[in-house]
């Protein structure tokens, strides 16, 4: 198992409910992931969980055979080897497009360094912007310096937080793609967190639908929702409240 | 302890040891308010609080309204509006900030008196001899008069800050709403920046309580009047310890307050995407308005005061000893850099604790070393040398394993100061540093985290450059605070060390305030230097 | 982290320590030239008096003797809280005060040695010096009225009780009760005249206010000047200071005012000391024996006199030119110490009776 979570339980303080509520989950290398539900469900703790920002109550949690939290341990989440892409981006606004990037890579030379960020600039077609400040960049843009800044490490898991929620609706769509195409290409295993089902239906290998911090169902997004609203002419794009009618 | 704190050992244990290290000395008075009443106490308490404390509460009411009145009304004006001298007047109004306000209250008596240059104008060369009784500003008024004038500054540039960063959409909003200035003003610039008005004048309050200056000058008495007069008059120090811990018990009340008034809206911003205000460019009449109204508050607060103070030093020119003025100069710089300094690094530390550990306590026990600031100096400086004595007597073994032949070291060297400095002034450095982490939120650092920086790099290489506005004034506001100070630096420097303070407070208590007027022009200068550099370094700073 | 910053604090206290010293190597190394008695070279005085002819005259002792003296200023209770505690660490040798009354609370703590010369002895009269050899004045200030010279006459003058009559109503400035001055001089009628006379009197003087007190002892004077009223108590000394002024128009104040030495047909004028003694387990006691000699011969004594218009306490010295020309005048007779032993009382009668 690439991926393995078990029991997974958290509480915010002040809170008497579970955020988090018995949480156990695997995934497999490569597999892109999308956790699918309203806001308020748990989908964003339990995305800061995995990435060591909030620290569980229970649970034990291992990634390619390394124990990230058990009982007795838990890892920083600057050992964890996990890259995430923040729902506003968190560019340092006080760094060039390249420094944000060149801010991740691991101890290398500086011209392996300069190497890594002009790949992954390309991969996300960004070349050319590298001492751009983050404040010049279109929110498109933005976004993509975030996906590059992440990759950059190679993590061996790559978390997405509401990936799209800054962006015009036009620009999803044309993103959308052109992440999944990214994910493929660097063949990152990534999990990202939505409450639009196109977004999951459009991006995920595997969908996992949560309620309350509970596993509603986890299936294939055409198992799940059935064919892509976007794939039929006509049909008019919903999210997941409307579907399940909020 | 919480399962949270596992992850941030090592600011936590930094920062409880400062806030220790802090609210040390201070101990030593809160129990003196559980020691026994001596036989003095039933006197003061008959002949002294209930009329004092009424003075006090009087001067802090209206110095709190006036100085919200004026520095909002600057604050709203320089961040909403261009006008002629906009950018001028937009650090330089922070300048009265620069001028002590007992120096101020000598200054401003020294104009408006008898032999001062407007009686004196109007007797010889007018011919007029009016009403003396107009000229009289050594009452109630007259200090409030001089504490608005001079502590303003601090409710005009913690709200400006505000105003520029953070108002936009909510008053582009309500101006397609159709709404005119005025009602913008008070039904969205006020209550949004309630919270910066109340952080500016909390400030302004706790100055007020503590100062000695003004109300001793003017004759005024207040709360520290009477800590003065059981201490020195009485001789009962433990009775005046008491009264001071009375007073630190009015300063948690406040504090109180204000923690109700901001309820639970403490905003917090969670991106970075704060638009600047866009000016609005003032014409005709209203652009004259707006200039002549900073002009006119420029002039009376800092203007008039610094060209009396030049007169002076022309007049006094030859008569004071000049010789030494580079000394007392340097060392006020070097010891107003340094407690600055350090008391934003600690600010940082315990910032930073306190919003990356997520508990109520890691919350609340910074605002406690607030308590230095709200007690009179030299109540605090008593407090100091009890500890540091003590903190000698226990490192005798080791000043004698280095041969040294003193018993005490610690207690006579720069360093006691230094650490005075820190313990009372920590507050106004810890409330911008507070201000900052508030602002940059915690998303940038848990990217950091992310992309694999640990808690330190994390903080030197985005938390610290990303906080550049906010360390910068926070510096620069410990900086002219300390460079103005005078118990503590009295009582607490090594032998032979004068700073420019102490030479302006030693010739105004004599009655000398001609012959104070070159080293009171002296601490001007260099705070207004120091606040130039500010406004510079902020203008640079990438928004 | 935390090591970083434990070093960093660790580097900070030493340097800070290094400045501090430093003060003191430096003087060690010039008086070793100087006077090559290395142990015997320095002497600390705390001090509230600071004027800048106190300073002169410390650098003149220092050519004289080859003496460092190292010096802090600052209010006198303040200082006697400091050497207190400190304890038999102190590095304190010489308490300077302006007033008699910080010097007797001193001594009651039991913060003074005893100290005595035949120099001192010659050149202070007994009266000025405290009777265990405890304290010795300097110098001497006395409290005196002026007014205004159209306004009154000095035939209408004749004591401080005086001004408690009804003819004087609305028309008598003083300062405020916190001044160490006004509680000397009720300390002394309290003295003089028995705590109720003494309080009667504070009454009277508190019923004939011209105004609420309020500045130092100058406004006074330019209050009368002003014609907010006609009389003033003030000190001798800041009123020569106003005749020799810079600024031209308090000058042109003080020539119109009147100076005069109440109570010479009774109890004598109001007069305080400024003066010193020496710390008990003083390292530099000899050295701050040398000093207190210096500052009452005659030559200081002089110095004392004309730049800063007090009265010297050495016989051998005149006054100077503006003091001799107010005449010689009958003083106080009493002990001084009971200025400081009534002090507590004089403010509380302040409190009572509502002087400011």
Same mark, same amino acid.
């Given at each position: 198992m690439f991926m393995d979570i078990k029991n997974l339980q958290f509480t915010y303080p002040k809170s008497t409910l579970n955020t988090v509520d018995n949480f156990s989950f695997t995934v497999e290398k490569g597999e892109v992931i999308s956790i699918l539900g309203r806001s308020g469900s748990g989908k964003s703790t339990l995305l800061r969980l995995i990435a060591g920002l909030e620290m569980p109550a229970g649970g034990a949690f291992s990634l390619n055979g390394k124990k990230m939290f058990c009982d007795k341990t838990f890892l920083q989440p600057e050992k964890r080897g996990i890259g995430m892409v923040f729902q506003?981006?968190?560019? &340092? $606004?006080?760094?060039s497009v390249e420094e944000n990037i060149l801010f991740g890579l691991p101890k290398m030379s500086r011209k392996d360094k300069k190497k890594r960020a002009q790949e992954v600039l390309e991969l996300v077609e960004l070349i050319g912007f590298e001492k751009r400040y983050p404040h010049q960049l279109s929110g498109g843009q933005q976004q993509r310096v975030a996906l590059a800044r992440a990759l950059a490490p190679e993590p061996e898991l790559l978390l997405l937080d509401e $990936? &799209?929620?800054?962006?015009?609706t036009d620009l999803q769509v044309k993103i959308r793609g052109d992440l999944r195409r990214i994910l493929k290409k660097a063949k990152t295993t990534a999990i990202f967190v939505t409450h639009n089902q196109n977004d999951a239906h459009a991006l995920a290998d595997r969908i996992v639908k949560i309620k309350d911090g509970k596993i509603e169902k986890i299936g294939r997004p055409c198992d799940l929702l059935g064919v892509s609203p976007t794939e039929i002419p006509g049909m008019v794009e919903i999210t997941y409240e409307e579907l399940i009618g909020v | 302890m919480n399962k949270h704190l596992a992850n941030v050992n090592g600011w936590t244990i930094g920062a409880v040891l400062i806030i220790i290290l802090l609210f040390l000395p201070n101990v030593s008075i809160v129990t003196g308010v559980f020691s026994p009443a001596s036989e003095n106490w039933t006197h003061i308490k008959e002949f002294m609080l209930l009329n004092y404390i009424k003075s006090s509460l009087t001067l802090v009411f209206f110095t709190a309204l006036f100085t919200i009145a004026i520095g909002l009304s600057l604050a709203w004006l320089i961040a909403q509006y261009d006008f002629p001298l906009r950018n001028f007047m937009k650090w330089a109004?922070?300048?009265?900030?620069?001028?002590p306000p007992f120096i101020g209250a000598y200054t401003y008596h020294g104009i408006i008196n008898?032999?001062?240059?407007i009686q004196k104008t109007l007797r010889n060369h007018f011919d007029v001899t009016p009403n003396p009784a107009y000229f009289d500003i050594m009452n109630v008024p007259g200090a409030i008069f001089i504490y608005t004038l001079f502590l303003y500054p601090y409710v005009y540039m913690i709200t400006r800050i505000f105003l520029s960063h953070q108002s936009a959409s909510l008053i582009e909003s309500a101006r397609t709403l159709g709404k005119g200035p005025l009602e913008i003003f008070f039904r969205v610039v006020i209550p949004i920046s309630r919270v910066s008005i109340i952080g500016g004048a909390s400030l302004v309050v706790l100055e007020v309580l503590n100062d000695y200056g003004v109300v001793k000058y003017f004759g005024i008495q207040t709360f520290s009047t009477a800590i003065f007069q059981t201490w020195f008059g009485l001789g009962d120090l433990d009775a005046a310890i008491k009264l001071a811990a009375s007073l630190m018990g009015i300063v948690i009340f406040i504090l109180v307050i204000e923690r109700l008034l901001r309820g639970g809206k403490q905003f917090s911003y969670s991106t970075t995407k704060v638009r600047p205000l866009p000016l609005v460019r003032l014409k005709g009449r209203k652009a004259v308005f707006a200039t002549l109204y900073t002009l006119v508050i420029f002039s009376v607060a800092f203007l008039i005061p610094i060209l009396q103070l030049i007169d002076w030093v022309i007049l006094t020119f030859g008569k004071v000893?000049?010789?030494d003025v580079l000394f007392y100069t340097k060392n006020s710089v070097i010891v107003a850099g340094l407690g600055a300094f350090l008391i934003i690094v600690f600010s940082l530390v315990v910032g930073n604790f306190s919003r990356v550990v997520n508990h109520k306590f890691a919350k609340i026990l910074p605002k406690l070393t607030v308590l230095g600031y709200s007690i009179p100096g030299v109540v605090v400086a008593v407090a100091v040398i009890t500890t540091f004595i003590a903190l000698d007597r226990f490192l005798a073994p080791v000043y004698q394993y280095f041969g040294m032949d003193s018993e005490l070291v610690l207690s006579v060297s720069l360093f006691m100061l230094i650490s005075a400095y820190v313990i009372r002034f920590f507050a106004i450095g810890y409330n911008s540093i507070e201000s900052g982490f508030d602002k940059i939120g915690t998303d940038f650092r848990d990217a950091s985290r992310m992309l694999g920086a640990n808690s330190l790099r994390t903080f030197f290489k985005i938390d610290v450059p990303m906080m550049k506005g906010a360390i910068i004034s926070g510096f620069i506001l410990v900086f002219v605070d300390i460079l103005k100070e005078i118990p503590l630096t009295l009582i607490l420097r090594p032998f032979n060390y004068d700073t420019l303070a102490t030479k302006a407070f030693q010739y105004a208590s004599d009655e000398k305030i001609m012959e104070a007027s070159q080293a009171s022009l002296l601490i001007v200068g260099v705070s207004t230097i120091a606040i130039f550099v500010f406004h510079k370094l902020l203008r640079e700073e990438p928004k | 982290m935390k090591k970083s910053l434990i070093l960093l604090v660790v580097a900070l206290m030493l340097v800070l320590a290094a400045c501090g010293s430093t003060t003191k190597k430096e003087s060690g190394a010039d008086k070793d030239a100087v006077a090559k008695k290395p142990e015997k070279s320095e002497v600390n005085l705390y001090t509230s008096r600071h004027y800048d002819v106190d300073n002169e005259l410390y650098k003149k002792f220092e050519q004289e003797t080859g003496i460092k003296v190292n010096v802090i200023k600052d209010e006198a209770d303040v200082l006697i809280e400091r050497i207190k505690r400190e304890g038999t660490a102190t590095k304190a040798d010489l308490l300077l005060t302006a007033d008699v009354g910080r010097l007797y609370r001193a001594k009651e703590e039991g913060l003074l040695q005893t100290v005595s010369s035949d120099i001192l002895s010659k050149q202070i009269p007994e009266k000025l010096r405290d009777v265990d050899d405890m304290w010795v004045g300097l110098t001497k200030r006395a409290r005196i009225l002026v007014y205004n010279k159209d306004k009154v006459k000095p035939e209408e003058l004749s004591t401080? @009780?005086?001004?408690? @009559?009804?003819?004087?109503k609305n028309r008598v400035l003083v300062r405020s009760s916190e001044s160490v001055y006004n509680q000397s001089l009720l300390a002394s009628f309290i003295e003089i005249n028995g705590e109720e006379k003494a309080k009667e009197w504070a009454q009277g003087i508190v019923n004939n206010f011209a105004q609420n007190p309020e500045g130092g002892d100058r406004d006074q004077a330019k209050a009368i000047a002003a014609g907010i009223g006609d009389i003033a108590i003030m000190n001798s000394y800041y009123f020569g200071q106003m005749l020799n002024s810079q600024e031209p128009e308090e000058v042109k104040v003080a020539e119109n005012l009147g100076v005069f030495f109440p109570n010479q047909e009774t109890t004598g004028t109001h007069v305080n000391i400024s003066g010193a003694g020496v710390i008990k387990g003083s390292k530099n006691a000899d050295n701050a024996l040398k000093l207190l000699e210096f500052l009452t011969g005659e030559e200081a004594q002089g110095e004392f006199a004309s730049a800063n218009y007090e009265f010297p306490v050495n016989h051998n010295v005149a006054p100077s030119e503006l003091l001799k020309s107010w005449g010689e005048f009958k003083e106080q007779d009493i002990p001084l110490s009971t200025l400081g032993e009534n002090n507590a009382k004089a403010i509380m009668i302040f409190n009572e009776v509502g002087w400011k």
């Amino acid at each position: 198992m690439f991926m393995d979570i078990k029991n997974l339980q958290f509480t915010y303080p002040k809170s008497t409910l579970n955020t988090v509520d018995n949480f156990s989950f695997t995934v497999e290398k490569g597999e892109v992931i999308s956790i699918l539900g309203r806001s308020g469900s748990g989908k964003s703790t339990l995305l800061r969980l995995i990435a060591g920002l909030e620290m569980p109550a229970g649970g034990a949690f291992s990634l390619n055979g390394k124990k990230m939290f058990c009982d007795k341990t838990f890892l920083q989440p600057e050992k964890r080897g996990i890259g995430m892409v923040f729902q506003d981006y968190a560019l &340092f $606004p006080h760094m060039s497009v390249e420094e944000n990037i060149l801010f991740g890579l691991p101890k290398m030379s500086r011209k392996d360094k300069k190497k890594r960020a002009q790949e992954v600039l390309e991969l996300v077609e960004l070349i050319g912007f590298e001492k751009r400040y983050p404040h010049q960049l279109s929110g498109g843009q933005q976004q993509r310096v975030a996906l590059a800044r992440a990759l950059a490490p190679e993590p061996e898991l790559l978390l997405l937080d509401e $990936p &799209f929620s800054n962006l015009d609706t036009d620009l999803q769509v044309k993103i959308r793609g052109d992440l999944r195409r990214i994910l493929k290409k660097a063949k990152t295993t990534a999990i990202f967190v939505t409450h639009n089902q196109n977004d999951a239906h459009a991006l995920a290998d595997r969908i996992v639908k949560i309620k309350d911090g509970k596993i509603e169902k986890i299936g294939r997004p055409c198992d799940l929702l059935g064919v892509s609203p976007t794939e039929i002419p006509g049909m008019v794009e919903i999210t997941y409240e409307e579907l399940i009618g909020v | 302890m919480n399962k949270h704190l596992a992850n941030v050992n090592g600011w936590t244990i930094g920062a409880v040891l400062i806030i220790i290290l802090l609210f040390l000395p201070n101990v030593s008075i809160v129990t003196g308010v559980f020691s026994p009443a001596s036989e003095n106490w039933t006197h003061i308490k008959e002949f002294m609080l209930l009329n004092y404390i009424k003075s006090s509460l009087t001067l802090v009411f209206f110095t709190a309204l006036f100085t919200i009145a004026i520095g909002l009304s600057l604050a709203w004006l320089i961040a909403q509006y261009d006008f002629p001298l906009r950018n001028f007047m937009k650090w330089a109004l922070i300048l009265p900030l620069s001028i002590p306000p007992f120096i101020g209250a000598y200054t401003y008596h020294g104009i408006i008196n008898y032999t001062g240059v407007i009686q004196k104008t109007l007797r010889n060369h007018f011919d007029v001899t009016p009403n003396p009784a107009y000229f009289d500003i050594m009452n109630v008024p007259g200090a409030i008069f001089i504490y608005t004038l001079f502590l303003y500054p601090y409710v005009y540039m913690i709200t400006r800050i505000f105003l520029s960063h953070q108002s936009a959409s909510l008053i582009e909003s309500a101006r397609t709403l159709g709404k005119g200035p005025l009602e913008i003003f008070f039904r969205v610039v006020i209550p949004i920046s309630r919270v910066s008005i109340i952080g500016g004048a909390s400030l302004v309050v706790l100055e007020v309580l503590n100062d000695y200056g003004v109300v001793k000058y003017f004759g005024i008495q207040t709360f520290s009047t009477a800590i003065f007069q059981t201490w020195f008059g009485l001789g009962d120090l433990d009775a005046a310890i008491k009264l001071a811990a009375s007073l630190m018990g009015i300063v948690i009340f406040i504090l109180v307050i204000e923690r109700l008034l901001r309820g639970g809206k403490q905003f917090s911003y969670s991106t970075t995407k704060v638009r600047p205000l866009p000016l609005v460019r003032l014409k005709g009449r209203k652009a004259v308005f707006a200039t002549l109204y900073t002009l006119v508050i420029f002039s009376v607060a800092f203007l008039i005061p610094i060209l009396q103070l030049i007169d002076w030093v022309i007049l006094t020119f030859g008569k004071v000893p000049m010789h030494d003025v580079l000394f007392y100069t340097k060392n006020s710089v070097i010891v107003a850099g340094l407690g600055a300094f350090l008391i934003i690094v600690f600010s940082l530390v315990v910032g930073n604790f306190s919003r990356v550990v997520n508990h109520k306590f890691a919350k609340i026990l910074p605002k406690l070393t607030v308590l230095g600031y709200s007690i009179p100096g030299v109540v605090v400086a008593v407090a100091v040398i009890t500890t540091f004595i003590a903190l000698d007597r226990f490192l005798a073994p080791v000043y004698q394993y280095f041969g040294m032949d003193s018993e005490l070291v610690l207690s006579v060297s720069l360093f006691m100061l230094i650490s005075a400095y820190v313990i009372r002034f920590f507050a106004i450095g810890y409330n911008s540093i507070e201000s900052g982490f508030d602002k940059i939120g915690t998303d940038f650092r848990d990217a950091s985290r992310m992309l694999g920086a640990n808690s330190l790099r994390t903080f030197f290489k985005i938390d610290v450059p990303m906080m550049k506005g906010a360390i910068i004034s926070g510096f620069i506001l410990v900086f002219v605070d300390i460079l103005k100070e005078i118990p503590l630096t009295l009582i607490l420097r090594p032998f032979n060390y004068d700073t420019l303070a102490t030479k302006a407070f030693q010739y105004a208590s004599d009655e000398k305030i001609m012959e104070a007027s070159q080293a009171s022009l002296l601490i001007v200068g260099v705070s207004t230097i120091a606040i130039f550099v500010f406004h510079k370094l902020l203008r640079e700073e990438p928004k | 982290m935390k090591k970083s910053l434990i070093l960093l604090v660790v580097a900070l206290m030493l340097v800070l320590a290094a400045c501090g010293s430093t003060t003191k190597k430096e003087s060690g190394a010039d008086k070793d030239a100087v006077a090559k008695k290395p142990e015997k070279s320095e002497v600390n005085l705390y001090t509230s008096r600071h004027y800048d002819v106190d300073n002169e005259l410390y650098k003149k002792f220092e050519q004289e003797t080859g003496i460092k003296v190292n010096v802090i200023k600052d209010e006198a209770d303040v200082l006697i809280e400091r050497i207190k505690r400190e304890g038999t660490a102190t590095k304190a040798d010489l308490l300077l005060t302006a007033d008699v009354g910080r010097l007797y609370r001193a001594k009651e703590e039991g913060l003074l040695q005893t100290v005595s010369s035949d120099i001192l002895s010659k050149q202070i009269p007994e009266k000025l010096r405290d009777v265990d050899d405890m304290w010795v004045g300097l110098t001497k200030r006395a409290r005196i009225l002026v007014y205004n010279k159209d306004k009154v006459k000095p035939e209408e003058l004749s004591t401080y @009780e005086a001004l408690t @009559e009804d003819q004087w109503k609305n028309r008598v400035l003083v300062r405020s009760s916190e001044s160490v001055y006004n509680q000397s001089l009720l300390a002394s009628f309290i003295e003089i005249n028995g705590e109720e006379k003494a309080k009667e009197w504070a009454q009277g003087i508190v019923n004939n206010f011209a105004q609420n007190p309020e500045g130092g002892d100058r406004d006074q004077a330019k209050a009368i000047a002003a014609g907010i009223g006609d009389i003033a108590i003030m000190n001798s000394y800041y009123f020569g200071q106003m005749l020799n002024s810079q600024e031209p128009e308090e000058v042109k104040v003080a020539e119109n005012l009147g100076v005069f030495f109440p109570n010479q047909e009774t109890t004598g004028t109001h007069v305080n000391i400024s003066g010193a003694g020496v710390i008990k387990g003083s390292k530099n006691a000899d050295n701050a024996l040398k000093l207190l000699e210096f500052l009452t011969g005659e030559e200081a004594q002089g110095e004392f006199a004309s730049a800063n218009y007090e009265f010297p306490v050495n016989h051998n010295v005149a006054p100077s030119e503006l003091l001799k020309s107010w005449g010689e005048f009958k003083e106080q007779d009493i002990p001084l110490s009971t200025l400081g032993e009534n002090n507590a009382k004089a403010i509380m009668i302040f409190n009572e009776v509502g002087w400011k």
